[in-house]
């Protein structure tokens, strides 16, 4: 479900994020490993404090590994963060992230209590799937609307672990607009202010750029043409996305190409790598919703 967030929802999410979080041990953080910038939520380091956070870098099966590791690496700089990639498939390892989650509570914490968990993210990173995978149950989805307070459930995974039914969820990165444009493309905003061309001549302008090969994998192109709406034509000639007069219809192969993406049909393909981080992070008055 696509939303759009206006500076209302956001404090709506803080509020209730920020409510829930006194009781909360351990935030996992999901973040789409192919944007792990892009679908990070700038509000998670101050919502979440001194707590330990285990940043997720999910979806890992159709991102690039070595991105992976080397944002693996960045992310854990944070203080109290540790990062792990994981995918939908590895659901040993996605159990295994709440012993990993327990080593990292302070010493002096009252061991007696269960450990509280909390899942947080943007929309469509995966956090239903894991919560699924965590408490052995399909869980009701509410939609991708900050809904803390709607009926949260604690499930107790075990006699040491409690964990929140529901996600924290949380807005998408929109600035600076390029940040927009890759959470379009891995489909984390669906109802998108872009235009399928707009958004297709941006992915294929950072393939070309990034994973040239890909590309050409994909869409049997002996070579890459040398401008971006020049490649998107080509694709649009390898696969029959013509006019009349063979002419490319540029709507219909900007769809295919974006369809594409967002199906995980570009394997081991990451959008953006951790310099962007330092690169595009607005200044705290840019980001500031109060
Ligand atoms: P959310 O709660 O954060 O909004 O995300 P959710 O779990 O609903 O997952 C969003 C989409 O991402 C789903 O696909 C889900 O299957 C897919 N997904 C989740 N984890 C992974 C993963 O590790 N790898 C890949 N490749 N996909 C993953 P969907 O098409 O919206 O629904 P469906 O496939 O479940 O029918």
């Known amino acids: 479900m696509a939303i759009h967030w206006f500076p209302g929802h956001m404090n709506k999410a803080k509020r209730e994020i920020g409510k829930v979080m006194r009781e909360v041990d351990l935030i996992i953080e999901v973040l789409d490993a192919r944007v792990p910038y892009s679908s990070s939520n700038p509000e998670v380091r101050r919502l979440r404090g001194d707590k330990p956070c285990i940043k997720v870098l999910n979806k890992s099966d159709l991102a690039d590994p070595a991105a992976t590791e080397a944002w693996r690496v960045h992310l854990q700089a944070e203080h109290g963060v540790r990062a792990v990639p994981l995918h939908r498939g590895q659901v040993k390892q996605a159990k295994g992230l709440l012993s990993f989650g327990r080593r990292l509570?302070?010493?002096?914490?009252?061991?007696?209590?269960?450990?509280?968990?909390?899942?947080?993210?943007?929309?469509?990173?995966?956090?239903?799937?894991?919560?699924?995978?965590?408490?052995?149950?399909?869980?009701?989805?509410?939609?991708?609307?900050?809904?803390?307070?709607?009926?949260?459930?604690?499930?107790?995974?075990?006699?040491?672990?409690?964990?929140?039914?529901?996600?924290?969820?949380?807005?998408?990165r929109l600035n600076p607009p390029e940040c927009g444009f890759r959470l379009a493309l891995t489909g984390a905003i669906k109802d998108t202010q872009f235009d399928y061309q707009e958004l297709a001549i941006y992915g294929v302008s950072v393939l070309r750029e990034r994973y040239p090969e890909a590309l050409m994998k994909r869409y049997k192109l002996p070579e890459l043409p040398d401008g971006d709406l020049e490649i998107l034509e080509a694709i649009a000639g390898r696969r029959g996305c013509l006019g009349r007069g063979g002419i490319p219809d540029l709507h219909k192969v900007s769809e295919l190409v974006v369809h594409e993406y967002r199906q995980g049909l570009f394997r081991e393909v990451t959008l953006e790598d951790p310099h962007v981080a330092d690169e595009e992070e607005p200044s705290p008055t840019e980001e500031s919703h109060d």
Do not use: C, F
């Open 105 to 172: 509570l302070p010493r002096d914490r009252n061991a007696d209590r269960p450990m509280a968990v909390m899942v947080v993210g943007i929309p469509n990173v995966g956090k239903s799937t894991l919560i699924n995978i965590l408490s052995g149950r399909t869980i009701a989805k509410t939609g991708n609307v900050p809904a803390v307070t709607r009926r949260q459930q604690r499930i107790a995974i075990d006699k040491n672990t409690i964990l929140l039914d529901t996600p924290g969820i949380l807005w998408p």
